[in-house]
């Protein structure tokens, strides 16, 4: 267990799982997870979430170890998902007087997951209610769709501690290097991003809050300056661009789309543009694609035709943006099609199911190889995206 004192009266009981190679199994991460609860010691001791089950019986060694004579007097469900309650009914069986704390939705999926409502036991909260638990002041505030129906978050007035659930989590464990944002942008958009409107709502409740300190269930504690952490969220879950730059993503056969690709990447950086990433959609981390897609206000998408449509990593890519709300941005479309293609027609559809999305003109067309003809529709496009706004 990861042990960290973080106030006088409040204790990390987190657990890394460096041994995991797919959170929710689909993200590759390297480093692995960690599960984070804590432990809030007043009159009344209480414990903020659980842990997963690979790592249950650790997380509640060290629980105990951390809570000693006086027990645990309530548990804070903040966030259903197993990664977060799947140590609940252990925890509940081995302190019988524990009071759980949630919403009506928390006991409903409760019973649905673990089979027992723990109706004797459960305290309902709402918005705005309260848990005293002497010189502390608990008040919760409901997150629906952050990203599932029954999320909550819990602010401690005392110390203007935010226990956030989901939001503000990182993949990786905390003493990771590297940019908190790198990770973090990835664990959000791919995991959130779809519900932005419901982060945006939720902001606006913290809005008016002294918040010191955030507690997410992964990742690091964020104290200090807060304002870059909420900042990020703000144009995250807006569906800004955090900054200028081009994102080609590319996929290819034979290797034709993909010189093509990097032709443009070389052409936009002659002309100025300081960011620009090319991917292979084949063989990166869809993930991370998807990041920088939401990172960078421009995107390139290269991909030959295939059955009558497009590479299937193309198809995957879309699929992907579409499905977390991907908006608000300048695209361009490069094909190929030896004898009948197909690939732009596919690309620039799904393009027209996004909102508020830009196509930039001309719309690259190779057949086979890249010819002259093709490197100078490469120089035009690589013009128009330069002088985007």
Known sequence: MNERQITSSLLSTAVADTTLDLFEGQYRVSNGMTYNSYLLTDEKTVLFDTADRRVAAEWLAGVEQAAGDRGIDYLVVSHMEPDHSAALRLLAD????????????????????????????????GEGDTLETGAHTIRFFMAPMVHWPEVMVSYDEAD????????????????????????????????????GSSVQTLLKKLSGLPVKIICPLHGPVLTGDLSGYLEKYDIWSSYRPEERGVLIAYASIYGNTASAALRL???????????????????????????????????????????????????AFLSRLKAKNWQKRTAAVIENGSWAPSAGKVMLAALAEMKDVAVLEPM??????????????????????????
């Open 265 to 315: 990447r070389d052409m936009l950086a002659r002309r100025g543009e300081k960011r620009v990433a090319a991917v292979d959609l084949a063989r990166s981390d869809i993930s991370r694609a998807v990041a920088d897609a939401f990172r960078y206000d421009a995107l390139v998408l290269a991909a030959p035709s295939y059955d009558g449509a497009v590479l299937p990593p193309m198809a």
């Open 94 to 125: 081995r302190y019988p007087a524990m009071r759980i704390v949630g919403n009506a939705k928390t006991f409903q999926m409760i019973k649905s997951f673990y089979g027992r409502d723990f109706g004797d036991r459960a305290v309902v909260v």
């Open 160 to 195: 203007g501690v935010l226990f956030s659930a989901d939001a503000f989590g990182r993949f990786g464990l905390p003493g990771d290097p590297g940019d908190w944002a790198d990770e973090a942008r990835r664990y959000y958009i791919n995991i959130v991003g779809k519900y």
């Open 364 to 389: 690259v067309s190779i057949r086979s190889a890249v010819s002259e003809e093709t490197a100078t529709k490469l120089n035009e496009l690589a013009d128009a995206l330069a002088a985007r706004g």
